[in-house]
Structure formats: C-alpha cells, structure tokens
C-alpha cells in the first residue's frame, strides 16, 4: 500500500470537508474555499475528523493514483488555513518591477515593460523594486503564476541577471578564455 496515500489528513479546527458524489471535495475554512474534483473509483471518506482515502484495487494505476489524491487533499485544507507563496528575485542593474493596481510591471531589460495579470485568487505583492511574493490558497495556481512570471526573464548563465526564485542557485558558466599570444 501507498506510504502517503494511506495516512489519513487531518481536519484542522475551522475547516469543513465535505465530499459529493463522483467524488467532488469541496473544503472551506477561513481563508476562502477549494474545490477539486478526483478519480470516481477512488474511495475518499470522512471519519473522526479525518480524511480516509483507500483504492480499488492494487493496479499499477490506481496505486500511483492513491498517494497523489491524498495529497492533492492535504494541499487543499493546508491552502485554505494557511495558504502558500513564493517568493522571487530581480537581479540587475536597472532591472525592477512595480505594481500597478492588479498588474504586475516588469521592466528587465526589453525595449518595453512587461505586463503580468494574475488569476482570480492569486495576489502579487512587490517589495523594494526587486522582490515579487506570489501568495494564495491554491498552491498549483501560486507555483503556475511563479513560473510564468521567472519565465519572462529567467537567470542569464553567464551573468546571472534575471528573475529567479528566492533561494535558488544559479550555477555562473565562465565567459570567454583569452588565448594566450605566441
């Protein structure tokens, strides 16, 4: 049996489960409420305030299918109490962003600013010119607007210029080697 898939979740004070038929989860708690739909043969239930998710059968499939339901259910109920972000980083000289009502302004070294609108339910903030929190409850959404955002300019290899995450690493290649004179 999946390790993950059969830990049960626990259900925090102040949030509400409740599972329809063809296996619609619906979780609600104080910071908004997610909906998701999942596999209709994968068997989701509600017991002593926890959330029990267990397989059909021991197929390749639904096993795979058993640790990725549950999860994606522990995400939800972990969105909607605590809620995720991501952070990202602007680096290079004249490189800033700047938000302008609910649009986020890139300007990294194209001839024009780029626009990006988040989604419903997803918040941009900027700090100081250079650094960008993504924050909401769907942690797939927040990842998604993250990555499209690093994708507008990602780090230079060379330079390192760019927009990265807040604590990655960006390995710098070395530039051109002179050669020697005879």
């Given amino acids: 049996m999946s390790r993950i898939g059969r830990k049960p979740i626990p259900i925090p004070p102040g949030v509400e489960v409740k ?25 989701i239930e509600v017991k002593d305030g926890q959330v ?65 609108t988040p989604p419903p339910g997803i918040n941009i903030a900027v700090e100081g010119g250079t650094k960008i929190i993504v924050s909401g409850i769907d942690k797939q959404k927040v990842g998604q607007v993250a990555a499209d955002i690093r994708a507008v300019c990602p ?7 760019g927009i990265r995450y807040k604590d990655e690493q960006v390995r710098l290649k070395p530039g051109k080697k002179a050669v020697g004179a005879k």
């Fill in 52 to 116: 029990v998710v267990s397989r059909p059968s021991d197929e390749k499939f639904f096993k795979a299918l058993h640790g990725l339901t549950r999860t994606l259910i522990a995400n939800m109920i972990t969105g909607v109490t605590q809620g995720y972000q991501k952070e990202l980083e602007i680096v290079g000289i004249g490189y800033r962003a700047q938000k302008v009502g609910n649009k986020l302004i890139l300007q990294v070294g194209f001839t024009h600013p780029v626009e990006v």
């Fill in 19 to 43: 599972i329809e038929e063809g296996n619609k989860v619906t979780v609600r708690g104080p910071k908004g409420e997610l909906v998701q739909t999942f596999h209709p043969e994968m068997k």
């Fill in 155 to 161: 780090p230079n290899p060379y330079t390192g210029k």
